[in-house]
């Protein structure tokens, strides 16, 4: 079983930056994709960013420019450094894996992160 662990939400300021975690129980590379999603109150959840075991990486546009996705393999953890922080980004943030064979998508428990104006 693949457990993925989200640390380094809060309550932040306009403009302020933030960086997520996620550490995985599996070589992080092993995963077709790693992404980090959001789900804010009355809304989908929706993609922000992702990784994959290429090191290819993409982003949602509004988020472009200010959040970065990267990964430490030694670590087995993949971070999201958010930074120019809007209230709009509040939500609770989710990671998810993508094993490649069979197909399964693990999800984190998620990581509240507010943004007061």
């Known amino acids: 079983q693949v457990q993925l662990v989200e640390s380094g939400g809060g309550l932040v300021q306009a403009g302020g930056s933030l960086r997520l975690s996620c550490a995985a129980s599996?070589?992080?590379?092993?995963?077709?994709?790693v992404g980090w999603y959001r789900q804010a109150p009355g809304k989908q959840r929706e993609l922000v960013a992702g990784?994959?075991?290429?090191?290819?990486?993409n982003y949602v546009d509004s988020v472009k420019a200010r959040f970065t996705i990267s990964r430490d393999s030694a670590k087995n953890t993949v971070y999201l450094r958010m930074s120019s922080l809007q209230p709009e980004d509040t939500a609770v943030y989710y990671c998810?894996?993508?094993?490649?064979?069979?197909?399964?998508?693990?999800w984190g428990q998620g990581t509240q992160v507010t943004v007061s104006s």
């Open positions: 599996r070589s992080i590379t092993s995963f077709k994709t």
């Open positions: 998810s894996a993508q094993w490649p064979w069979p197909k399964i998508t693990y």
């Open positions: 990784i994959s075991s290429g090191g290819d990486t």
